[in-house]
């Protein structure tokens, strides 16, 4: 299994809405409104390096409001 962490920077005022639409994404297994330089963290976790592209660079992106993300895979 791969863990990465989505780094997601929200229009203003959609952090809320944003939390739970990104949520529904499969392969996301949590998502936290925090603050700093973005504005949400989102844990993905499947099954290959390429699973992770799919769902951050495709489905996370792809979320109306997104403005964009920053990746990290878990080397642990």
């Known amino acids: 299994m791969v863990t990465a962490y989505v780094m997601v920077k929200a229009h203003t005022g959609d952090a809320d ?16 409104i ?8 989102a ?3 499947v099954g ?3 699973e992770v592209k799919d769902v ?8 109306d409001g997104v403005e964009g993300t920053q990746t990290y895979i878990a080397m642990d």
């Open 48 to 50: 290959s390096p390429a």
């Open 43 to 45: 844990k993905v976790v």
């Open 56 to 63: 951050a660079a495709t489905h996370i992106q792809g979320v």
């Open 17 to 32: 809405r944003l939390k739970n639409e990104i949520e529904a994404v499969d392969g996301v297994e949590e998502v936290h």
């Open 34 to 41: 925090v603050a700093g330089d973005v504005d949400l963290i």
